[in-house]
């Protein structure tokens, strides 16, 4: 299930971003300072000492981030805890990392698969199991072929296993495993879903945006994040490695993967 040349590039992409994040911090705190230092209106000392808080509570936050990062990625100490605080800081500086990867020539798609990477190895660091009922596999539309007549957004188990796309191999997984299985057009109804059927986990099938968004959305529900294939381009005829579902619903149940 882990790709060790990727997870070392997605652990390489966060800490190079949170550093040069921080680096910009600590030169917007000298910045506030010198203001602060230089200026002796009342209205400009006081927004300068907000700001300077604000500032300095981001670098703080970010560097307890990449230090988590490394106790995530070493597997000694509490990586749970350090998990978590990597998520929590990363879900709210994801919008200023895709400026600054803009900066470094980083997309925001490989920001976002970074993102979901680490997510999933904080997922795995915890140790809840789950009855295979509370888990949910959800999988986007454009997974079944395009060209099917068969209905399987209601239910899957619609699907006739012609095997023209994974879907076959998906409702074989459902029937031998007894997890949850719905197919959804799109990240409002996967929300609605998760909402409708309480899952204690997910396992989440989608391409970088849908993930990333749809991770960040769960809030502590353990999501692992799967990315699809697109062979056709996006939205039509994708794929997935029905092997990495698999070994998610595994990990959820059994704890092994
Ligand atoms: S495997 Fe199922 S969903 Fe896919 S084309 Fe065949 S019948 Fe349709």
Same mark, same amino acid.
């Given at each position: 299930?882990?790709?060790?040349?990727?997870?070392?590039?997605?652990?390489?992409?966060?800490?190079?971003?949170?550093?040069?994040?921080?680096?910009?911090?600590?030169?917007?705190?000298?910045?506030?300072?010198?203001?602060?230092?230089?200026?002796?209106?009342?209205?400009?000392?006081?927004?300068?000492? +907000?700001?300077? %808080? =604000?500032?300095?509570?981001? @670098?703080? !936050?970010? /560097?307890?981030?990449?230090?988590?990062? $490394?106790?995530?990625?070493?597997?000694?100490?509490?990586?749970?805890?350090?998990?978590?605080? +990597?998520?929590? %800081? =990363?879900?709210?500086?994801? @919008?200023? !990392?895709? /400026?600054?990867?803009?900066?470094?020539? $980083?997309?925001?798609?490989?920001?976002?698969?970074?993102?979901?990477?680490?997510?999933?190895? +904080?997922?795995?660091?915890?140790?809840?199991?789950?009855?295979?009922?509370?888990?949910?596999?959800?999988?986007?539309?454009?997974?079944?072929?395009?060209?099917?007549?068969?209905?399987?957004?209601?239910?899957?188990?619609?699907?006739?296993?012609?095997?023209?796309?994974?879907?076959?191999?998906?409702?074989?997984?459902?029937?031998?495993?007894?997890?949850?299985?719905?197919?959804?057009?799109?990240?409002?109804?996967?929300?609605?879903?998760?909402?409708?059927?309480?899952?204690?986990?997910?396992?989440?099938?989608?391409?970088?945006?849908?993930?990333?968004?749809?991770?960040?959305?769960?809030?502590?529900?353990?999501?692992?994040?799967?990315?699809?294939?697109?062979?056709?381009?996006?939205?039509?005829?994708?794929?997935?490695?029905?092997?990495?579902?698999?070994?998610?619903?595994?990990?959820?149940?059994?704890?092994?993967?």
């Amino acid at each position: 299930m882990y790709d060790e040349k990727s997870m070392r590039e997605d652990k390489g992409i966060l800490t190079g971003l949170l550093a040069l994040m921080m680096a910009a911090g600590l030169a917007a705190v000298t910045a506030v300072l010198y203001l602060l230092v230089t200026n002796e209106h009342l209205f400009v000392r006081i927004a300068t000492i +907000v700001l300077l %808080t =604000l500032v300095a509570a981001s @670098v703080i !936050a970010m /560097a307890a981030a990449l230090v988590s990062v $490394l106790v995530l990625y070493s597997g000694r100490g509490n990586t749970e805890a350090a998990g978590r605080l +990597v998520i929590m %800081t =990363l879900n709210k500086m994801l @919008v200023p !990392a895709f /400026a600054f990867g803009k900066l470094i020539g $980083l997309s925001r798609e490989r920001i976002q698969r970074a993102y979901a990477g680490i997510n999933n190895r +904080v997922v795995f660091a915890g140790k809840q199991r789950f009855k295979p009922e509370d888990v949910l596999v959800l999988l986007p539309h454009c997974i079944q072929y395009s060209g099917c007549k068969h209905r399987i957004t209601g239910d899957i188990y619609n699907c006739a296993q012609c095997g023209r796309c994974t879907v076959a191999d998906i409702v074989k997984l459902g029937r031998g495993t007894g997890v949850n299985i719905k197919m959804v057009p799109g990240g409002t109804l996967a929300r609605k879903i998760i909402k409708e059927t309480r899952p204690k986990a997910v396992v989440a099938v989608a391409c970088e945006n849908d993930l990333c968004s749809g991770i960040r959305d769960t809030g502590l529900l353990p999501v692992i994040g799967i990315l699809n294939e697109r062979p056709h381009g996006p939205c039509r005829d994708t794929r997935v490695d029905v092997g990495k579902v698999a070994s998610a619903v595994k990990f959820f149940t059994d704890g092994r993967y």
